[in-house]
C-alpha cells in the first residue's frame, strides 16, 4: 500500500522560504511521477510542481525561479522548496504521485495523494 505524508507546512513571512516535505512509503519515489498541489478552500486543486521517472522537474508558471522540487531516493522523499513566496499562496499542500509517463500536471493522473499540509503566508 502506498502512503504519502506531508510535512514541514507552518506559518512565513511573505518573502520568505519554507521546505516542504513527502515521505513514501509502499513503493520507491523513483516508481511514479511525483507532483506537489495546493487547494485554497472552496477551490479546484491546483498544480505546483512535478518530477518525472527519470529526475525530470516542470512547474507551473506562477512559481518558476522560485520554487524548486526534488527528490531523495535514500530516504525515499519528495520536497518542495519555496522561496519569495506571497499571501496568495496561502493554501493546502498535497504530495501526489503518479504512474503517467509523460511529466502529468493534471489532477486527474494522480493516484496517490497524502492528506496535506497547511502552509499561511503573512503580509
Known amino acids: 500500500q502506498v502512503q504519502l505524508v506531508e510535512s514541514g507546512g507552518g506559518l512565513v513571512q511573505a518573502g520568505g522560504s519554507l521546505t516542504l516535505s513527502c515521505a513514501v512509503s509502499g513503493r520507491t519515489v523513483t516508481s511514479y511521477a511525483m507532483g506537489w498541489f495546493r487547494q485554497a478552500p472552496g477551490k479546484d486543486r491546483d498544480f505546483v510542481a512535478g518530477?518525472?521517472?527519470?529526475?525530470?522537474?516542470y512547474y507551473v508558471d506562477s512559481v518558476k525561479g522560485r520554487f524548486t522540487i526534488s527528490r531523495d531516493i535514500a530516504k525515499n522523499s519528495v520536497y518542495l522548496i519555496m522561496n519569495s513566496v506571497n499571501p496568495e499562496e496561502t493554501d493546502l499542500y498535497y504530495c501526489?504521485?503518479?504512474?503517467?509517463?509523460?511529466?502529468?500536471?493534471?489532477?486527474?493522473?494522480?493516484?496517490?495523494w497524502g492528506r496535506g499540509t497547511q502552509v499561511a503566508v503573512s503580509s
Open positions: 501526489a504521485g503518479s504512474v503517467f509517463p509523460d511529466r502529468p500536471s493534471a489532477e486527474m493522473q494522480f493516484t496517490f
Open positions: 518530477i518525472s521517472w527519470i529526475g525530470s522537474t
